[in-house]
């Protein structure tokens, strides 16, 4: 078998490389998929015109899987060519947990808290504990029609099977020989194009449509970063050229009307030639403030609902003060970044850490009995010996 030299040859302690090309990458995306909200909210309630430049900022959302896909598969690949015992398995997705939980639960509870008081209608016909239970187990895909709860969760819910699947998926496509591996990816990312061409972007938001969506661009990521390892095409990626070119073509083709499918791939090649560059693109992508921004922007994303519907509850008064349209969209936007920083900093980075201090806490409050019970098995084992040869002299 044809195994990947680049892929594995990690050391067992050598923690891998850092790319903080896509941390920049990621932040992007989120703000992308901010403003397309903000521009559609400006244009239904703030007197904003129809949303042109954000109008496929949805599409930032493919651009997270194949991330997750990638990022995952370069932490974690040596590990689980090593070991895919249970308990590596279960480490792995208590990570995964203490990743997206905390940011996730807390945005469910201040959205029950606002539905509570009656800030926020819930819709008729809609099960309130269902919901609730859905947003609790990160579990809304496939199982609801509509999600209520934090709608952005949606696509953490449907990512969820995919770390799931990831250490019964690495494994085998590290170990593919190159010709299957091409053949396999090359289809992969054939049926993601079919699929984006045929559905739009809202039957892909829940159910299984969902799924069908986040689990193959999730796999495709995987995909890439086995040609990244091979350092297949490096010398075209690696180019400011070529960077420049993808972006352009995603932007001249987001405007020229082309469905998502052809965009949706140039968005993995937009992945590929981030993480590749080594020209003055890197420097940029490398900047601080753009990996700031890819530290936050899982909060931002996650939480961006409950700031987008303070700033729709006072369009009213924003427009009347000549805050619509742009402004407004600025605002709205502006209002979810710093909502997400602010979870980022006060709730998902202190969790997140204790969450992962939890499992060696559990374990160090058990030693002490664990030792205890080590060396009270042997005393009582004499003493019993003893009690026994006390009863056989006696009889």
Same mark, same amino acid.
């Given at each position: 078998?044809?195994?990947?030299?680049?892929?594995?040859?990690?050391?067992?302690?050598?923690?891998?490389?850092?790319? $903080?090309?896509?941390?920049?990458? !990621? +932040?992007?995306? %989120? &703000?992308?998929?901010?403003? *397309?909200? #903000?521009? @559609?909210?400006?244009?239904?309630?703030?007197?904003?015109? $129809?949303?042109?430049?954000?109008? !496929? +900022?949805?599409? %930032? &959302?493919?651009?997270?899987? *194949?991330? #997750?896909? @990638?990022?995952?598969?370069?932490?974690?690949?040596?590990?689980?060519?090593?070991?895919?015992?249970?308990?590596?398995?279960?480490?792995?997705?208590?990570?995964?947990?203490?990743?997206?939980?905390?940011?996730?639960?807390?945005?469910?509870?201040?959205?029950?808290?606002?539905?509570?008081?009656?800030?926020?209608?819930?819709?008729?016909?809609?099960?309130?504990?269902?919901?609730?239970?859905?947003?609790?187990?990160?579990?809304?895909?496939?199982?609801?029609?509509?999600?209520?709860?934090?709608?952005?969760?949606?696509?953490?819910?449907?990512?969820?099977?995919?770390?799931?699947?990831?250490?019964?998926?690495?494994?085998?496509?590290?170990?593919?020989?190159?010709?299957?591996?091409?053949?396999?990816?090359?289809?992969?990312?054939?049926?993601?194009?079919?699929?984006?061409?045929?559905?739009?972007?809202?039957?892909?938001?829940?159910?299984?449509?969902?799924?069908?969506?986040?689990?193959?661009?999730?796999?495709?990521?995987?995909?890439?970063?086995?040609?990244?390892?091979?350092?297949?095409?490096?010398?075209?990626?690696?180019?400011?050229?070529?960077?420049?070119?993808?972006?352009?073509?995603?932007?001249?083709?987001?405007?020229?009307?082309?469905?998502?499918?052809?965009?949706?791939?140039?968005?993995?090649?937009?992945?590929?030639?981030?993480?590749?560059?080594?020209?003055?693109?890197?420097?940029?992508?490398?900047?601080?403030?753009?990996?700031?921004?890819?530290?936050?922007?899982?909060?931002?994303?996650?939480?961006?609902?409950?700031?987008?519907?303070?700033?729709?509850?006072?369009?009213?008064?924003?427009?009347?003060?000549?805050?619509?349209?742009?402004?407004?969209?600025?605002?709205?936007?502006?209002?979810?970044?710093?909502?997400?920083?602010?979870?980022?900093?006060?709730?998902?980075?202190?969790?997140?850490?204790?969450?992962?201090?939890?499992?060696?806490?559990?374990?160090?409050?058990?030693?002490?009995?664990?030792?205890?019970?080590?060396?009270?098995?042997?005393?009582?084992?004499?003493?019993?010996?003893?009690?026994?040869?006390?009863?056989?002299?006696?009889?």
């Amino acid at each position: 078998m044809n195994t990947n030299p680049g892929i594995g040859a990690s050391r067992k302690n050598e923690r891998p490389a850092e790319l $903080p090309a896509l941390t920049s990458l !990621r +932040g992007l995306a %989120a &703000v992308a998929v901010v403003l *397309f909200h #903000s521009s @559609f909210l400006a244009f239904n309630y703030a007197g904003g015109g $129809p949303p042109w430049i954000w109008s !496929r +900022g949805y599409l %930032a &959302v493919d651009l997270f899987f *194949f991330l #997750s896909g @990638f990022v995952l598969t370069h932490v974690y690949h040596s590990h689980f060519a090593k070991e895919r015992s249970w308990q590596a398995i279960s480490k792995f997705l208590w990570a995964r947990f203490c990743r997206v939980y905390p940011a996730s639960v807390f945005a469910t509870a201040v959205f029950v808290l606002a539905f509570t008081i009656g800030r926020l209608p819930f819709p008729a016909g809609v099960s309130v504990k269902e919901q609730l239970i859905a947003a609790l187990l990160l579990m809304q895909v496939p199982w609801l029609d509509t999600i209520v709860i934090n709608s952005p969760s949606w696509s953490i819910s449907a990512e969820f099977y995919g770390y799931l699947l990831f250490p019964l998926i690495v494994p085998a496509i590290c170990r593919m020989r190159g010709r299957i591996a091409a053949v396999l990816g090359a289809a992969l990312l054939l049926e993601i194009m079919i699929d984006h061409m045929i559905f739009s972007h809202d039957q892909q938001n829940w159910g299984w449509g969902a799924m069908f969506r986040v689990l193959p661009e999730f796999t495709a990521g995987i995909f890439a970063y086995r040609s990244y390892s091979e350092r297949l095409l490096r010398k075209i990626w690696e180019k400011d050229v070529t960077l420049v070119g993808v972006v352009a073509m995603i932007v001249a083709t987001c405007f020229a009307g082309v469905s998502d499918g052809p965009i949706v791939i140039l968005l993995l090649a937009l992945l590929l030639a981030s993480v590749c560059n080594s020209g003055r693109m890197a420097g940029i992508l490398n900047a601080r403030p753009l990996r700031w921004l890819g530290d936050v922007s899982y909060s931002v994303y996650i939480f961006q609902a409950l700031p987008l519907m303070v700033a729709v509850g006072i369009s009213g008064v924003l427009v009347e003060h000549g805050l619509g349209g742009w402004k407004f969209e600025m605002l709205a936007a502006s209002l979810a970044i710093g909502g997400g920083v602010l979870v980022h900093r006060c709730i998902d980075l202190p969790v997140r850490a204790a969450l992962r201090r939890l499992p060696d806490r559990v374990a160090s409050l058990t030693i002490p009995y664990r030792d205890a019970a080590t060396i009270a098995t042997p005393k009582l084992i004499d003493h019993l010996e003893i009690r026994r040869g006390q009863r056989s002299s006696g009889s």
